[in-house]
Nanobody, 127 residues
Framework: QVQLVESGGDLVQPGGSLRLSCTAS????????IGWFRQAPGKEREGVSC????????YYASSVKGRFTVSRDNAKNTVYLQMNSLKPEDTAVYYC????????????????????WGQGTQVTVSS
């Protein structure tokens, strides 16, 4: 089955760190930009970060800039989201997705600009 698969979500204390992974099943991520989004209960899906197909361009929401880092290892067919200094307000289901523009983030973190989604992984920040 062709799909994106997120992993790495967990319960972590405020100030802690987590690294999320996004891998592809039955296709290669080499040619695609990857965006990270999150959705908390009762809230709209929010764009967090995006990385271009070669990793040369990255984008971050202001709420995570300086705390989160997106990277990719195309040899491992994996995109990562390193999350540091986590806050309770970072609690959400985190999704990775491929943009409709395929290889470029196009400077957009709008969910409407992304068309292929993973199933999500839960991140809970709580003491």
């Amino acid at each position: 089955q062709v799909q994106l698969v997120e992993s790495g979500g967990d319960l972590v204390q405020p100030g802690g760190s987590l690294r999320l992974s996004c891998t592809a099943s039955r296709f290669t991520l080499d040619y695609y930009a990857i965006g990270w989004f999150r959705q908390a209960p009762g809230k709209e899906r929010e764009g967090v970060s995006c990385i271009s197909d070669r990793g040369s361009s990255t984008y971050y929401a202001s709420s995570v800039k300086g705390r989160f880092t997106v990277s990719r290892d195309n040899a491992k067919n994996t995109v990562y989201l390193q999350m540091n200094s986590l806050k309770p307000e970072d609690t959400a289901v985190y999704y990775c997705a491929i943009p409709r523009s395929l290889s470029s983030c196009s400077g957009s973190l709008s969910a409407a600009a992304f068309g292929f989604w993973g199933q999500g992984t839960q991140v809970t920040v709580s003491s």
